[in-house]
Each structure stands twice: as C-alpha cells, then as structure tokens.
T-cell receptor
Framework: RKEVEQDPGPFNVPEGATVAFNCTYS??????FFWYRQDCRKEPKLLMS???SGNEDGRFTAQLNRASQYISLLIRDSKLSDSATYLC????????????????FGQGTTLQVKP | SQTIHQWPATLVQPVGSPLSLECTVE??????LYWYRQAAGRGLQLLFY??????ISSEVPQNLSASRPQDRQFILSSKKLLLSDSGFYLC?????????????FGNGTRLTVT
C-alpha cells in the first residue's frame, strides 16, 4: 500500500461546480496534514493545513478522519484559476520525538475547470 | 519574512558530467532542509533531509549526494550524472522548532540530462 493515495484524475468540471478530492494515508502516527497546489512546471505551494476539527478557507474545505486515515478537500464554486494538481501531504513521523519534519506527498489529482 | 532561493532554474547537462545545485534560506535560523525530486508525470520523492550543519540523511539510494556546509545552505551534487537523474529538483525548508509545519519550497531546478 502506498503511504499516501489519492483519487486518480483528471477531474474535468465546469465553472461553478463543486468538486471533492479524497486521500488515504497509511501512517497512523502522522500528526500533520496538508493540501498543496501545484501548477504546471511550478513548485508546490501550500493551499491549507488540515485540522482534526475540519477547517475552511473561503471556497475550500478540508476534513480529516483519523480513525479511517482519510483526508478530503472540497472546492465550491470552481473557478478557471483552480485548474491545477492538488497534492495530499502527510507528515512521515513514526514517533512523537521525530522532529525531522519529513512530509510524504501523494501523486496528486489534476483538476481542469472548463468555461 | 523568510525566503528560499534555489538556482539555477534550468540546467541541461550531458551524461557523466558533475552536478551542483544550491539552495539558501533567508530570514530564519536552524531550519530543517530538504531536497525532493519530481520525475516527469510522477509524484515528489524525498531525496535528502538535514536537521543541522553537516547532518545529512538520505532517503533513497542513488547517484546523488547532499551537503550542508552552513546553517542556511543546502547543496545537491553528483560526480557523474545519469539519464535517470533528469527531473524537477526542489529544495524546501521548515522551522526546526516545529516539526509539524508545512514545507516551503524554492522555485525548483529543472534538470535535463542528455
């Protein structure tokens, strides 16, 4: 099993649509979770952190289910500018004293928003 | 504010030639530093990380090496490049004080080995 698995893409949606991405992770000791966005031929950029209680940033909502080791990202009212690859990212720590800060990246899910 | 610089942006090198990519971080002290590689159409793979000067951990066996001669400087090297070394190389940092922080990436170096 891969350490971080994401929905296979691509997702092709019309402007204004709501789209959801899912991600599962294998390391039950992980303590931090993120969604990154990567535009074509660019570096990944942090979209949002994911907290146990769920969190929202404008049109974006992230949720975490520790029991199922599952993370989701919901994008409402999609814009053309949302077209990108979305990376699910999980801390690789195996114990509480692990301070290496290593992050494991999923393969990414590509979103294409069409007019 | 903190910034991370990575250079060069693009590089074309012949097989068997040496490689040196450099990354520096400004505006912070004692960062954790990382080198990732993204092959064409693939995910990000962690190559090396460092929690301090001279401290390098390798994640995968390969043709590359890393060094950290100064607190905010991280260098990726190879003595002889292989075709399989082509890819998008990304340097990143996090504050050492917070091991649960997100990574902040440099702009990356796109390496093509011919």
């Amino acid at each position: 099993r891969k350490e971080v698995e994401q929905d296979p893409g691509p997702f092709n949606v019309p402007e204004g649509a709501t789209v959801a991405f899912n991600c599962t992770y294998s390391n039950s000791a992980s303590q931090s979770f993120f969604w990154y966005r990567q535009d074509c031929r660019k570096e990944p950029k942090l979209l949002m952190s994911v907290y146990s209680s769920g969190n929202e940033d404008g049109r974006f909502t992230a949720q975490l289910n520790r029991a199922s080791q599952y993370i989701s990202l919901l994008i409402r009212d999609s814009k053309l500018s949302d077209s990108a690859t979305y990376l699910c990212v999980v801390n690789a720590a195996t114990a509480f004293w692990d301070n290496t800060g290593k992050l494991i990246f999923g393969q990414g899910t590509t979103l294409q928003v069409k007019p | 504010s903190q910034t991370i610089h990575q250079w060069p942006a693009t590089l074309v090198q012949p097989v068997g030639s040496p490689l040196s990519l450099e990354c520096t971080v400004e505006g912070t002290s004692n960062p954790n530093l990382y080198w990732y590689r993204q092959a064409a159409g693939r995910g990000l793979q962690l190559l090396f990380y460092s929690v301090g000067i001279g401290q390098i951990s390798s994640e995968v066996p390969q043709n590359l090496s890393a060094s950290r001669p100064q607190d905010r400087q991280f260098i990726l090297s190879s003595k002889k490049l292989l075709l399989s070394d082509s890819g998008f190389y990304l340097c990143a940092w996090t504050p050492r004080a917070s091991s649960n922080s997100p990574l902040h990436f440099g702009n990356g170096t796109r390496l093509t080995v011919t």
